[in-house]
């Protein structure tokens, strides 16, 4: 079962968005109308605070799950919840928990390129439709729906918060770079860390292999995972 049977999740969508946040307070750019852009309110039960990790797992791979069921691409999961495709990134999603009088709720902003063709700024950023046009080089790709593409996410996360568990461990099925060699960047000091991906535990830490043998698990917010073709 989900977290709460009680209250209906509530969506907002937005075709411009001129303030959108990502992870560590970085900004997100997106073009008018061209990318889907969200929020959902899931209303939270006491003992919420234990399921935060799964929660984020979960999630990600509900929107993972529902864009590869549309045929859109192979996506996978960057830690701790970035959507990849071809080792570029095309969507992501960010957590907070919000208090509304007596009540919390966990709210997720999603946000996925969909047919934005041009990032001048951005050198690892796709779309979906930039990623398609790219693996067709004879047919031009056609526009694809926006609200199409929402509706199938929601769908996708509102079954995921239905089966917590179930869709937690489909993170571990699409984690990006999982059994790879991988580079960390300490975010204190920057320092690279070259290390193997063994998975993510259930405090949402990032476990790895040392250069040594030795295993290592870090936070996110203490380490940042570099994209590598």
Not at 122 to 129: E, G, I, K, M
Not at 164 to 189: H, N, P, V
């Amino acid at each position: 079962m989900g977290v709460n049977t009680q209250k209906n999740p509530l969506v907002l969508y937005t075709d411009v968005q001129t303030q959108g946040k990502g992870q560590r307070g970085n900004t997100w750019i997106s073009e008018a109308g061209k990318n889907a852009m969200f929020t959902v309110a899931f209303p939270l039960m006491p003992g919420y605070e234990n399921r935060l990790v799964l929660m984020n797992k979960a999630l990600a791979a509900g929107l993972a799950d529902a864009l590869i069921e549309m045929g859109l691409g192979s996506i996978e999961i960057k830690w701790p919840n970035d959507l990849i495709l071809n080792h570029m990134k095309v969507g992501g999603m960010l957590m907070e928990v919000i208090t509304v009088g007596s009540n919390k709720y966990l709210f997720l902003g999603v946000g996925v390129n969909v047919n934005q063709m041009q990032f001048d700024d951005q050198p690892l950023a796709t779309s979906l439709r930039l990623n398609l046009e790219k693996s067709r080089t004879s047919t031009e790709v056609e526009i694809l729906n926006i609200r199409e593409i929402i509706v199938a996410m929601v769908n996708g996360l509102w079954n995921a918060w239905d089966q917590l568990d179930a869709f937690g461990a489909k993170y571990s099925d699409w984690l990006y770079r999982k059994e790879q060699m991988i580079t960390l960047i300490a975010c204190d000091s920057n320092e690279m860390i070259d290390c193997k991906l063994i998975g993510i535990n259930e405090k949402g830490q990032i476990c790895v292999e040392l250069s040594s043998g030795e295993m290592a698990e870090f936070h996110h917010g203490e380490v940042k995972m570099a994209y590598t073709g």
